[in-house]
């Protein structure tokens, strides 16, 4: 059964930064696109970044372009959100995804994913 651990989530003011990582467990994880989703009260989650097997074709919310970075690194399984000048809106709990199959390229849409971590808070302060 394949897990995902976010860590790195937190309390911060605007203009700070914070980096997410996810571990993965159970599944080959260098043949699987990854994605970062979130979800802030009463909304439906949503896309954030993903990004592919080998750390191409990243893509990101308009929200987040040129703030937050997604990457990975293969040899510890991990991915990575890179968050900086973090933004009141940013707040949200923050799930990383592993997609349904392998050797695809990242979709935007959470119906790709089948595998979700439990989620990471991360809350900006103004």
């Known amino acids: 059964q394949v897990q995902l651990v976010e860590s790195g989530g937190g309390t911060v003011q605007t203009g700070d930064s914070l980096r997410l990582s996810c571990a993965v467990s159970?599944?080959?994880?260098?043949?699987?696109?990854m994605g970062w989703f979130r979800q802030a009260p009463e909304k439906e989650r949503e896309f954030v970044a993903v990004?592919?097997?080998?750390?191409?074709?990243?893509n990101y919310t308009d929200s987040v372009k040129g703030r937050f970075t997604i990457s990975r690194d293969n040899a510890k399984n991990t991915m990575y959100l890179q968050m900086d000048s973090l933004k009141p809106d940013d707040t949200a709990i923050y799930y990383c995804?592993?997609?349904?199959?392998?050797?695809?390229?990242?979709?935007?849409?959470?119906?790709?994913?089948?595998?979700w971590g439990q989620g990471t808070q991360v809350t900006v302060s103004s």
């Open positions: 995804a592993i997609h349904k199959f392998p050797f695809r390229v990242p979709g935007r849409s959470v119906r790709d994913y089948d595998a």
């Open positions: 159970g599944r080959t994880f260098s043949t699987y696109s």
């Open positions: 990004i592919g097997l080998s750390g191409g074709n990243k």
